[in-house]
């Protein structure tokens, strides 16, 4: 036993131990004593009543994912949280716009009240929520009921943290204009941000980005589709003063959104997200889309390095969905044990959502903890790259 005259009740042994806010990182033990991290330094092992060797992997705070779709059994698109996210690293993760004001409490009390890990939600702008791909939410606008969804706002601000409007042609039709509108001041009434989804809009993106406002968020930043955030390869200059007057843009890859030939590009000119997230829903969970630490490796393979992809999946994600209050996105002293942490592994073959590949080395979570408590991990669903 060394000097220091404190017990802990498990340390993380030897690992590159990362800041959620800047991404440094330093090679350390992190000790934990009941749901707590008790301390970060160096040789702490001695006195811990258990060990685990983190030597060689990368110690973060617990994933955060700020967009999902996790209302199994009662939307098409939703996947059963805890499998989906807790046992691939995710402790806490936000469901954006599955639910809708009239679907609200059976999420409460069948998804989010039981599940192990936190959730939070961005609530579809439309009561319906999202139920069926196949019919678009808003195609009758009279499905915008802004007292309803102010309602459940205020009811459950444990659980409500923004609105999400899909904005695509199939779901609002060409008279998009007003369902943007009418759902900004809805937002803006409860005082909680808006997120739309591109990827076929109506009109293309310097037309709608400056309708939006600081803290209000575009999702699948790096889509193939039509009315992207590049032009002939270029980022677009709307899009960057978009980001300059305070509006955010996520990586959401879905099924039919992330593109290799729009990231690359995007990245290699500074674009990179202010979040990132998998957009995991039943759809593409096991395929193409997987889980977050999967979509962690496409982005570093399209250039992104894990100081820069770090912060994106802790310390920004909790602060957009307001769960950096809980203590989630950081590691630090007193803080709750949350923790991911990470082992690089075998190359796989990486699909975008156009069905282009790459081979790329994956990241695995090997360690979860979630409040202190470890968590059981499940392998990948996805098959390494053969003769890699």
């Not at 759902?183 to 009434?189: C, K, Q």
């Not at 992104?304 to 994106?312: D, S």
Request: proline share 7%.
């Amino acid at each position: 036993m060394s000097e220091n005259s404190e017990r802990y009740d498990l340390v993380l042994a030897g690992g590159q131990v990362f800041d959620g806010q800047t991404g440094a990182s330093q090679v350390a033990d992190v000790a934990v004593t009941g749901d707590r991290v008790a301390r970060i330094a160096p040789g702490l092992a001695a006195d811990a009543d258990r060990v685990i060797d983190c030597a060689g992997q990368y110690v973060l705070p617990g994933l955060v994912e700020a967009h999902t779709h996790i209302f199994a059994e009662v939307s098409k698109v939703g996947a059963p949280p805890d499998e989906a996210h807790l046992h691939r690293g995710v402790v806490a993760a936000c469901d954006a716009g599955t639910v809708g004001a009239s679907t609200f409490a059976a999420f409460e009390k069948y998804v989010a009240a039981p599940a192990r890990m936190r959730l939070v939600n961005f609530l579809n702008v439309s009561v319906l929520g999202l139920i069926d791909f196949r019919f678009g939410e808003l195609i009758n606008p009279g499905t915008l009921v802004p007292e309803d969804a102010l309602a459940v706002a205020e009811a459950n601000p444990h659980r409500v943290r923004g609105f999400k409007i899909r904005l695509s042609e199939d779901v609002v039709g060409l008279d998009w204009r007003p369902l943007l509108k009418r759902s900004l001041a809805l937002a803006g009434e409860a005082g909680l941000p808006l997120m739309i989804h591109i990827g076929e809009t109506p009109e293309p993106l310097p037309v709608i980005l400056p309708l939006l406002r600081p803290g209000d968020v575009v999702a699948h930043c790096y889509t193939g589709k039509p009315y992207g955030i590049l032009n002939d390869g270029t980022v677009l200059p709307e899009v960057y003063a978009a980001r300059e007057r305070g509006v955010l843009f996520e990586s959401a890859h879905g099924k039919s959104n992330l593109s290799f030939a729009v990231a690359r590009p995007a990245i290699e000119q500074g674009f990179l997200p202010d979040v990132v997230t998998s957009d995991t829903s039943a759809r593409n969970w096991r395929g193409p889309v997987f889980d977050l630490v999967t979509s962690m490796a496409k982005l570093r393979a399209m250039g992104m390095t894990l100081e820069q992809l770090v912060p994106r999946v802790t310390t920004a994600p909790a602060r957009l969905t307001g769960l950096d209050a809980e203590g989630y996105g950081t590691l630090v002293e007193g803080g709750p044990a949350h923790v991911t942490v990470l082992a690089e592994a075998e190359e796989a073959v990486l699909p975008d959502a156009a069905g282009n590949k790459i081979t790329a080395p994956r990241l695995e979570p090997s360690v979860v903890l979630l409040g202190g408590e470890q968590v059981p991990t499940v392998p990948w669903r996805g098959l390494p790259a053969t003769g890699a």
